[in-house]
């Protein structure tokens, strides 16, 4: 899963890298269905610890049906990650289309208690050998 460049986005000293990859083995094209995995790594190079909250995706289909997902922490948890620490996870994610991105953000919390989103960046699901969204 990491033999390929991770897409990345940075907000407020929290980088957020996420690696996609096509799952053929969960996938079944012929019943409609295509999964895909993705490895997210969360760094805080801010000076003071960060909570992740919350999480809002946004899953778009290759016919443009789009779907938002919310809701708290991520995987079962709200890690809290230290200045120069960071947090890594693995989820999934199935598509009725042969195709599609995922974008969103994460809902964190520094130590004095300020909320912010910080961007998880713009990736695309598509088959290997398909197309690559920049």
Same mark, same amino acid.
């Given at each position: 899963?990491? +033999?390929? &460049? ?19 083995? &969960?996938? +079944?094209? !012929? ?7 993705? &490895? @997210?790594?969360?760094?805080? &190079?801010?000076?003071?610890? @960060? ?8 899953? $778009? +289909? %290759? $016919? ?10 991520? @995987? ?8 120069? +620490? ?8 199935? /598509?009725? $289309? ?11 919390? !520094? ?7 910080? %961007? ?5 699901? !598509? ?5 690559? /969204?920049?």
């Amino acid at each position: 899963m990491h +033999d390929t &460049q991770p897409y990345v986005a940075e907000t407020e000293g929290v980088i957020v890298r996420v690696r996609p990859s096509y799952l053929a083995g &969960q996938s +079944d094209p !012929d019943e409609g269905r295509w999964v895909w995995a993705y &490895q @997210v790594e969360i760094e805080n &190079q801010g000076p003071e610890a @960060v909570q992740l909250m919350a999480r809002r995706w946004i899953i $778009t +289909d %290759a $016919t443009g049906h789009v779907e938002t997902v919310r809701g708290p922490g991520v @995987v079962g948890e709200q890690p809290l990650i230290a200045p120069g +620490d960071s947090y890594s996870y693995a989820s999934g994610c199935p /598509l009725p $289309t042969p195709s599609g991105s995922m974008e969103g953000v994460y809902m964190m919390t !520094d130590a004095k208690g300020r909320s912010f989103e910080a %961007a998880i960046p713009a990736f695309s699901l !598509d088959l290997p050998g398909g197309r690559v /969204l920049n």
